[in-house]
């Protein structure tokens, strides 16, 4: 299910939804593509929805995957510097010394691959989010790609819930994928695959405006697609684990999938899932914007007039908020300490 936190955008029918869905289909597992408002969002109380949206998605979803409306547009602009207008197709950026285009300036890391299709956003007869959405539909085509197409490694939609989500609460998941590209008709040349897994890991290709790098990886799921082996997979965690901070009980907490049939257009792509602790900092700046308003108790009065909304819903949803930021900040404070090794229990004679 794709949902929005915004106000006027579905957040209150999609939870909704959610419920009915529980109640209809107890035994299927409900995944939920939340997009999470910027913080320079132009409807005042989107906080308020943001936090009762986010109440229903930790009791009633199995996995969510956040998508911020930020990182999208972070996206596209990079996209959009790194290719010239009149052109489609791919260009690899290697910005140097003395390099001051505006490629450079957007922070876009020397050797990875960006590619678009037409102009700048809502150039070339596009709709003003055409470019963003599509960015989303290719992480729900990628992640739903095993069961649409033949594998070596298929990997079903239940068992990135069953090896991704440690905790039931602790059921959020970063995505990021690669290469970037905002039309499905783009021909690219072809693309080396270990520098597709270090764009992966890279904090301009997450959905989220985070780095996972800089926090602690419950679990992690690879999903490529395309004429890629196991092997290659193996070698290049071998070689970025060393970069990455997993939680002490879970070092190989990697879940691998191999779909044989790529993209439109490419020769591989790569979706990579993550249960990161990173998270607990989107969800503190969406709890900040809140508490702000709720200090006051301003514009509460367009909620509790709707029969149905009581006050304490909103109290019960920012209690349930801060329990979710607890269980990710706790775990991410053991990042760099040393693992305590539990003495097993002795065999009686």
């Known amino acids: ?143 739903t790609s095993s069961a649409r197409f033949e594998g070596s490694l298929n990997v079903d939609l239940n068992e990135i819930t069953m090896n991704l989500v440690p905790f039931p609460r602790m059921h959020y998941l970063v995505a990021s994928q690669t290469p970037l590209y905002c039309m499905a008709d783009v021909k690219l040349p072809p693309r080396r695959l270990d520098q597709m897994f270090s764009d992966a890991f890279a904090s301009d290709h997450q959905m989220l405006k985070a780095d996972p790098k800089r926090s602690l990886y419950l679990a992690c799921a690879l999903m490529v697609r395309g004429k890629a082996e196991l092997s290659d997979i193996r070698r290049n965690i071998d070689r970025l684990k060393p970069n990455l901070h997993f939680v002490h009980w879970n070092e190989e907490g990697w879940k691998t999938g191999l779909c044989s049939v790529p993209p439109v257009g490419q020769p591989y792509s790569l979706l990579t899932l993550a249960n990161n602790t990173c998270v607990h900092n989107t969800f503190s700046a969406v709890r900040d914007r809140f508490n702000k308003l709720y200090r006051r108790k301003a514009h509460l009065h367009h909620y509790t007039q709707v029969d149905g909304m009581e006050a304490s819903d909103f109290s019960e949803s920012l209690e349930s908020l801060s329990s979710v930021i607890e269980e990710y900040s706790s775990l991410e404070q053991t990042l760099g300490r040393p693992a305590v090794v539990e003495p097993r229990p002795k065999v009686l004679p």
């Open 1 to 143: 299910m794709l949902s929005f936190l915004s106000p006027g955008t579905g957040s209150g029918v999609g939870t909704c939804i959610l419920n009915l869905l529980e109640d209809e289909y107890p035994d299927v597992y409900r995944f939920v593509t939340a997009v999470y408002p910027s913080a320079e969002d132009d409807v005042i109380t989107s906080p308020y929805n943001s936090v009762l949206a986010m109440r229903e998605l930790t009791n009633h979803a199995d996995c969510v995957l956040p998508v911020e409306n930020q990182a999208l547009v972070d996206i596209v602009n990079k996209i959009t510097q790194a290719i010239p207008s009149t052109r489609t197709g791919k260009r690899v950026y290697t910005g140097g010394l003395g390099d001051t285009s505006a490629a450079t300036n957007m922070t876009i890391k020397a050797g990875s691959s960006l590619s678009a299709s037409g102009g700048a956003l809502g150039g070339g007869g596009e709709k003003p989010f055409d470019k963003m959405n599509n960015l989303v539909a290719n992480l729900l085509l990628n992640m």
